[in-house]
């Protein structure tokens, strides 16, 4: 029952656009799933170790300056840009997190918050490799084979398919950590951090792994944006508001849950973006913000384990 | 060779003394309490030697090599495993969970770990409450919780911060011929305990120490006769 269903769900991912191939809904399921990888990337630190980070744009934004930089100055392709992007936001994750995890607590969170700023700052002021505030922006992708035919880049289509295929790593991904010990030993960090380090977890070291696994996949959903939208400022990939989007959608969703990112993802983006059509529409106003307050409010107060959190135990799933 | 030993070990927390020049042994196999008034630097003793807090000055030397300034994970791996006076259980995983993610330490296989786990939670007597979350189980049951994490870890050497506070007569009872099974099964243990009719039955040495100083080193029926025990414990005579 659980394989057809998980079959079913895999099917309609990777058939969804010829579903409804109307430009417009295909650009929402591409952010859908975007924003699924970044609720799962948060999820990866926030959900099981327990550590709630409000700068991990920092990865985001480290993976589309990576992805960008090496196509427009040195001329590597976005297929090899984009994971390297996830590479490198891993790769920063480790001085962070050696530094960030002295503290503990509200402190932590607090100092993800400050590193966020600086790296920002350090890309808005370094101009030589990041142009500043005015930005990178690409005009042409580079021409791709697919078999016989040339993939048309001014179609949505093929970065569907690209979003697809990392959702679908993410979500393996976390379903993987949730069964080895580096998992195990987060729900432990998650529970008690003393006692953690009293039956020998080493918690900084498996803090940092879990840190630079979760920033892996941020920085890759960020080549991808970059990619995507073929641009970039600090202001579009650094910003606090990316965090904290990233925040919601982990819990609303259901924080350690494996499928809960892409849940909240669906909820927060797909609906929040109807809720912003018909506020826009109605009362000349944008409205989408009103609705992940209200989705909080609401999840905090009746869900606290999250959408997916409540309904995994209906289904009869620990995932 | 003794198994543990303390070193002009000295802590202060900024002006205050928590611990002053405290020196003692433990021996391989032995049951030593350790106790002392409210305050008295118990709690920081162990804290010091289980890796949590860093000493000032002194050594602590574990089978003769320095553990002093070592992170609390790395003490474990050496073979000294504690309990915390308040629990600290993991709630909201299982009791078997619990103590499996503790025996990953020596067996890395989550299937060898889970056996490791079940062997010491029968021991423990709470093989009956492995599905159950570990904050559901009643105070006594989340003490025995404690030490079944920390033996599940296979240490030489058992810390044990008053596991029999908050508990009731029998339960101080059952708890009693535990400790001393632990120590059959050859476990060295230093125990600090507040229950001093319990320390005493069990203990084959008993250090007192008092404003951070040791004051006494003896066999229980010695301690309870020692007048600078007596003193610490119930004031002296005014003259």
Redo the contacts between chains.
């Keep these: 029952m659980k394989k057809i269903i998980i079959a079913l769900a895999i099917l309609l991912l990777f058939t969804a656009p010829w579903i409804v191939s109307a430009p417009f809904f295909v650009h929402l399921m591409i952010m859908v799933l975007m924003w699924a990888v970044l609720g799962a990337s948060w999820n990866i630190l926030g959900g099981f170790t327990g550590q709630v980070s409000f700068g991990h744009a920092t990865f985001l934004g480290a993976g589309a300056y990576t992805t960008m930089i090496l196509y427009l100055k040195l001329g590597i392709a976005p297929w090899y840009g984009i994971p390297i992007g996830g590479l490198a936001a891993a790769l920063i994750a480790l001085p962070i997190g050696f530094i960030c995890f002295r503290l503990r607590g509200p402190y932590f969170a607090l100092s993800t918050l400050a590193v966020a700023e600086i790296i920002r700052l350090v890309a808005l002021n370094w101009e030589s490799l990041t142009n500043g505030p005015v930005g990178l922006l690409i005009t042409t992708l580079p021409d791709v084979t697919f078999g016989e035919r040339l993939i048309d880049w001014e179609s949505k289509i093929p970065f569907y398919y690209i979003i697809a295929v990392i959702t679908l790593g993410s979500i393996v991904a976390t379903y993987i950590m949730s069964r080895t010990r580096l998992g195990a030993y987060s729900l432990a960090i998650r529970e008690d951090i003393d006692s953690a380090e009293a039956i020998g977890i080493n918690t900084v070291q498996a803090r940092v792994a879990a840190l630079s696994l979760s920033a892996f996949f941020a920085g890759v959903a960020g080549g991808f944006y970059a990619m995507y939208l073929r641009y970039v400022d600090p202001d579009a990939v650094f910003s606090i508001a990316l965090s904290v989007e990233m925040v919601f959608i982990a819990v609303v969703g259901g924080l350690t849950t494996v499928a809960g990112p892409l849940i909240g993802a669906i909820v927060l983006v797909a609906f929040g973006e109807i809720f912003r059509e018909i506020f826009l529409v109605h009362f000349k106003l944008v409205g989408h913000l009103i609705f992940y307050g209200l989705m909080m409010m609401i999840v905090i107060r009746y869900l606290p384990e999250g959408i997916w959190g409540k309904l995994r135990l209906w289904f009869g799933s620990q995932h | 060779m003794a198994l543990l030993t303390v070193k002009g070990l000295t802590k202060y927390f900024g002006g205050l003394r928590a611990v002053h020049d405290l020196s003692f042994e433990v021996q391989p196999g032995e049951i030593l309490g350790l106790i002392g008034p409210n305050g008295a630097g118990k709690t920081t003793a162990f804290n010091l030697i289980?890796g949590?807090i860093h000493p000032t000055r002194g050594q602590i030397l574990l089978d003769g090599e320095s553990i002093a300034g070592m992170?609390?994970?790395?003490v474990?791996?050496k073979g000294i495993?504690?309990t915390?006076q308040i629990v600290?259980?993991?709630?909201?995983?299982t009791v078997l969970?619990n103590v499996?993610?503790?025996a990953?330490?020596r067996f890395?296989s989550?299937g060898e770990a889970e056996s490791q786990a079940r062997r010491v939670l029968e021991r423990m007597g709470l093989e009956s409450k492995i599905s159950a979350l570990a904050v559901d189980l009643t105070l006594s049951e989340q003490k025995r919780l404690e030490i079944a994490?920390?033996l599940?870890?296979q240490p030489k050497l058992l810390l044990l911060d008053e596991p029999m506070s908050g508990l009731n007569a029998t339960e101080i009872e059952q708890a009693s011929i535990l400790v001393r099974d632990i120590c059959k099964g050859g476990v060295t243990i230093v125990w600090v305990e507040h229950v001093l009719k319990a320390i005493m039955n069990s203990s084959n040495r008993v250090v007192v120490i008092n404003q951070g100083e040791k004051i006494a080193d003896a066999p229980p029926e010695q301690i309870v006769e020692n007048p600078n025990v007596i003193a610490a414990y119930l004031g002296t005579k005014r003259r």
């Design positions: 289980a949590f992170k609390p994970y790395a474990t791996r495993a504690r915390f600290k259980p993991f709630k909201k995983l969970e499996t993610l503790a990953f330490l890395p989550r994490r920390a599940a870890t």
